[in-house]
């Protein structure tokens, strides 16, 4: 091994990348807050990310995100802990999210879901968690907010069993909840972590250990009281048949979900937390490609592009493509091949976010994010590298919009501008553009994952290509996708609200308004293969 490699090496073992997923104010973003403040990236909670405070990547759509109070973009976090590089890739927590929530997932290693210990599963997040179990990545779930009254923690577990179809494992039990949580449970250690309050969390949170055992009776009772000690020496027992048994290799194949409780916000076993996670998940993962597996510890660097971001300078009209880099070393500047494009470009303006600051970064490594200047020639899924054998990673699948419109051009005169600028918007892959079945260009359809991305759609047409639109709601809220190669799209029995569409390559779609109809369909056409997911 030559001496570069042993650097190269030693940077990308160090590194963890995840995702953080949940249902809006579950606590995702007090979450990563509390793991900046471990990583002491930040001294003090409460003044960085807060929703009010929250500075995001500035773009032309701001006005949006300032009038609805929600971000639109999503962002990525490294910081260090314990020597560790971690990365967090940040996702928009609104309703109203966008296939970049999405496709920030194809970009992460693992996935740190964080639940509402008040209010269980909720719907955003089995959206996100299907995402997860396609890509088979370990997800990490963390029970939040078990300072306030909180369901009983094995209705929790079950739950997420019955709900999101994954065993659980519970790595710490909580002792109490609301007022009374006093902390919890290591399962691997048989010893109780209490924790003692800090000011509202601002600090980092101290805590004390007890092993959970006789002679240690009269302190644990001291510590917890009778009534936790007793529900908590009931709950042990119940818990080995209440849940699977650990096993790495499951959680670390997707399987098997190891469960955490605490408290974002009082810190209570957030750095529990953060420790376990660290010991779970491996360093980057090798991703699959047109010619094998491309593994992340090499000389050679290689990345692909999980999200495009479009006017962050509007005199400039300019993009920035954000890649994941899944193996080698990259050095501001460097010249790579873009495979898609057939050519050498020149990687310029690579950005890092640290805490909530945009940077230039001179260097970064597999398993980091970063943003580049894009002339507009890249696409979502696009591979780069420097590697003598040129390959392709696999491509990002397309992901079920569920909002449907009929798109009116107001003055038809500007049919050009209209044309370039829907299809910029789709290149970005904001939107998704479909045309009726047998009909030429002039009907356009768009569908999104998320209703609002109809509305900065709109605001982008009349702001940077001067287009002013109306858009038509469809009643749809199902897509599939037609695998089946051999099949003549006109031959297909449909049932009398479904609609055969088109996406730009041509390739049969149908739309449903529920999903009784896609079972109906199913029956009548013996044979018809649906999917969920295309690929770009
Ligand atoms: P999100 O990113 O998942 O949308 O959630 P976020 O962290 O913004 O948290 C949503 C609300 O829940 C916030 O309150 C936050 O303070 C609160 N919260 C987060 N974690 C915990 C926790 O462990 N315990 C308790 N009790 N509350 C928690 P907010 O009033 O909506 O906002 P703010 O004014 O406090 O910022």
């Known amino acids: ?15 963890r990348t995840f995702a953080i997923i949940s249902h809006p104010d579950a606590g995702k973003t007090t979450l990563t807050e509390k793991f900046l403040l471990y990583g002491k990236a930040i001294n003090t909670a409460g003044s960085v990310k807060g929703k009010k405070t929250s500075k995001h990547a500035v773009s032309d759509w701001m006005e949006i995100e300032k009038q609805r109070g929600i971000s639109v973009t999503s962002s990525v976090l490294q910081f260090n802990y314990d020597g560790f590089c971690i990365n967090i890739l940040d996702t928009p927590g609104h309703e109203d999210f966008s296939e970049d929530t999405y496709r920030t997932l194809m970009a992460a290693d693992s996935a740190v879901m964080v639940i509402d210990g008040s209010k269980g599963v909720e719907k955003q997040t089995i959206k996100l968690f299907k995402v997860c179990v396609l890509r088979h990545i370990p997800i990490f779930t963390f029970i939040n907010k078990m300072d306030r009254e909180a369901n009983d923690p094995f209705d929790l577990i079950e739950d997420i069993e019955n709900v999101l179809g994954i065993e659980t494992c519970p790595i710490n039990w909580p002792i109490g909840s609301g ?127 999980f999200k495009i971001q479009a006017n962050m300078n509007k005199a400039h009209r300019d ?54 200047f894009d002339p507009g020639l890249f696409s979502i899924g696009d591979t780069f590298t420097n590697a003598k054998e040129k390959f392709e990673f696999e491509g990002i699948p397309t992901f079920a919009p569920e909002h449907f419109a009929r798109v009116r051009q107001i003055d038809t005169m500007k049919r050009k501008q209209f044309v370039k600028g829907i299809n910029q918007i789709a290149q970005e892959g904001a939107i998704q553009i ?44 199902y897509i599939r996708w037609v695998e089946n190669d051999d099949i003549d799209i006109n031959h ?40 969920e997911f295309g690929t770009n």
């Open 179 to 305: 007022k009374d949580f006093r902390g919890v449970y290591e399962r691997g250690e048989n010893a109780i972590t209490t924790f003692m309050a800090t000011t509202n969390g601002q600090k980092e949170v101290d805590s004390e250990k007890i092993e959970w055992k006789d002679e240690n009776k009269e302190e644990l009772l001291a510590h917890i009281g009778d009534e936790l000690f007793e529900k908590l020496s009931e709950d042990l027992e119940l818990l080995d048949g209440a849940s699977a048994e650990y096993d790495l290799a499951r959680i670390r194949k997707g399987e098997l979900t190891p469960v955490f409780f605490g408290s974002a916000l009082t810190n209570f076993g957030v750095e529990n937390f953060l420790r376990h996670f660290l010991d779970m998940t491996s360093s980057p993962l090798a991703r699959n490609s047109s010619i094998g597996e491309i593994s992340p510890i090499s000389n050679d660097f290689s990345a692909f592009v």
């Open 1 to 15: 091994m030559s001496e570069i490699n042993k650097e190269i090496t030693k940077e990308i073992e160090k590194r």
């Open 492 to 531: 297909i029995s449909g049932t009398s609200d479904m609609k055969k569409i088109k996406d730009l390559k041509d390739n049969p779609l149908l739309l449903f308004v529920n999903p009784w109809s896609i079972n109906m369909v199913l029956e009548r056409n013996e044979g018809l293969k649906l999917s």
């Open 434 to 477: 479909f045309q009726e079945f047998n009909t030429g260009m002039e009907e356009i359809i768009v569908g999104v994952v998320g209703v609002l991305q109809f509305d900065v759609l709109k605001f982008r047409l009349e702001n940077e290509y001067n287009v002013d639109i109306r858009l038509e709601p469809l009643p749809y809220e």
């Open 319 to 372: 993009r920035i493509a954000f890649m994941r880099i899944v193996s080698g070393q990259f050095k501001a500047g460097m010249e790579v091949f873009h495979v898609q494009g057939n050519k050498k470009v020149k990687l310029s303006q690579p950005q890092q976010m640290m805490a909530e600051e945009r940077h230039i970064v001179e260097t970064a490594y597999a398993g980091d994010i970063i943003g580049v």
